[in-house]
Structures are given as structure tokens and as C-alpha cells.
């Protein structure tokens, strides 16, 4: 099918899934709102939650729409895709935030368990990822699919292995995607983000809240923003697609200054 034109409002459109609660989807949506564009909000439970900050967003003269459904079922993403175009005629970026962060030791994780980290944290970037490339390839301007993975698939630590299969998939579908998709639309790109802690759970510790922040390479604790900040970059960046992108403070590269991590005996201490 040839590329068709997006003329019919020349104001771009970016929908961010699981930007209905007040996480960090939400804070992507409302960064690329605040800088001109549209915003699809995406809720599964959280419609309440949404529904309240598209009010929010009109009050600052964000237009928006709610989608809601299950990211992992076969049909909402093709649905979501028909709505929007339905409502702005075009989708220009989707950033994949929608998903869940359970845990439990090796023990007592089951099969339901993996499938449940795997079709929402994989299988729902992909459903909704296909819809919006295959919609942005009929596009003459593209468009840009931004996936989130995690830093610490390269680096996993205990009690979350379910939760690294569901998210281990993502670096894999970044460049298996950029690649489906430009080769039909050289204007799509598809990029990811890998973030490090960025949202900190409020019950913990300020004592485990200060490690967090000491195994930073920069010393400091990430934040929503940064992930906005960093999506927003790929999404209107021109030149880069299949790239996995760490936000991570510098934890990738760094294991902390901790002494198990010198392993040659005649390295100096520092």
C-alpha cells in the first residue's frame, strides 16, 4: 500500500501505553505533550487514573485520548491504532511503557508466573509495536516506535528471573523491528530505552534508597524524567533506529566500588 500523506493536522501524535497511572508513562506522555504533541493515554486498570490526567492535560491545552485494554491481547492493539486514527488521523511515536514489576524467589516462581512477565512485558511491546509500524509504513512522514527494556537484563539479579524473561526479549525486537519496518518505510525508526532505578519504591529504606544511589556511576538517583527526556531525543532524532539506549546513571558500566569487584590480586586498593 503506498505511503499516504498526514496532512490532516499537522500537530504529530505520540502514544505512550501504561500512561494512565501515575508512573512513568505518565511522565512521558506529559513531556511530549507539553512540546506540541497529542496524547494517546493507554489504561488497563487505571482508567480513573487516566481519565483524570487527560483533564489535567485539556486544562493545559493538551489534547488527548484514552485508550484502555489489555496490551497482550490479540486484538486491542489493532483497535487502539483504528481509534486514534479514527480521532487525530495520524500516530507519529508510541513509546511501549505498559508494564508489570513482580517478584518472588526462584523457588516459588511457576509457569503462569513466566507467561504472565512474558505477555505483558514482550509480547504486548510486540502486538502494539506491529500496529503502530504497520500503520506508521503507510505514512510519508514514518514515525518512531520507542520500546523499554532494562538495564539489568545484562547484569540480573536474584528473585526477579521471571521478570528478565519477560523483559530479556525487548534489545532482540528493537532491531528486529527497526529493521522489518524501515526496509518497508525507511521513515520508521525503532529504538529502546533501558532504564536503571527511576522510580523508587516509596516503602523502602533511606538506607536502601542510599545504596541505590551509591552504586550510580554518577551518584544520584534517576527519575521519570529522564526516561521522558531520553524518548523523546530518539523520537525526533533522525538518523538513529535500533539502538538500546541505557538511562542508567552509568550502572552498566560500572559494578560499584565494592571489593569483590577487584578481581586481579596485584590491583592497587584505592
Request: hydrophobic share 40%.
Amino acid at each position: 500500500m503506498p505511503a499516504t500523506s498526514n496532512a490532516v493536522d499537522s500537530k504529530p501524535v505520540v502514544w505512550v501505553t501504561g500512561s494512565g497511572s501515575p508512573r512513568v508513562g505518565q511522565c512521558v506522555a506529559e513531556f511530549f505533550g507539553i512540546r506540541g504533541y497529542r496524547v494517546v493515554i493507554h489504561a488497563h486498570h487505571s482508567l480513573n487514573e487516566a481519565q483524570r490526567f487527560a483533564e489535567n492535560l485539556a486544562q493545559n491545552g493538551i489534547e488527548s485520548l484514552v485508550v484502555q485494554g489489555a496490551v497482550e491481547e490479540a486484538d486491542f492493539a489493532k483497535s487502539a491504532v483504528s481509534k486514534i486514527l479514527d480521532s487525530f488521523g495520524r500516530l507519529d511515536v508510541l513509546v511501549n511503557s505498559a508494564a508489570i514489576w513482580n517478584w518472588q524467589p526462584l523457588e516459588e516462581t511457576t509457569k503462569a508466573d513466566v507467561q504472565r512477565q512474558f505477555e505483558v512485558n514482550s509480547l504486548g511491546s510486540f502486538l502494539c509495536s506491529q500496529a503502530a509500524g504497520l500503520q506508521m509504513v503507510k505514512q510519508v512522514s514514518g514515525g518512531s516506535i520507542i520500546l523499554i527494556g532494562d538495564w539489568a537484563v545484562h547484569r540480573p539479579y536474584r528473585d526477579f528471573a521471571a521478570y528478565f524473561v519477560g523483559k530479556g526479549s525487548i534489545e532482540t525486537m528493537t532491531r528486529s523491528f527497526a529493521v522489518e519496518l524501515a526496509l518497508r518505510n525507511p521513515a520508521v525508526r525503532v529504538n529502546s530505552i533501558l532504564p536503571g532505578p527511576v522510580m523508587l519504591d516509596p516503602k523502602i529504606s533511606d538506607s536502601k534508597a542510599e545504596s541505590i544511589r551509591n552504586q550510580s556511576l554518577l551518584k544520584r538517583h534517576g527519575e521519570p524524567k529522564h526516561v521522558a527526556q531520553a524518548a523523546y531525543f530518539l523520537a525526533n532524532h533522525e538518523f538513529i533506529t535500533g539502538v538500546c539506549l541505557p538511562v542508567d546513571g552509568g550502572r552498566s558500566v560500572y559494578p560499584g566500588s565494592t571489593d569483590d569487584a577487584i578481581a586481579h590480586p596485584t590491583l592497587p586498593e584505592h
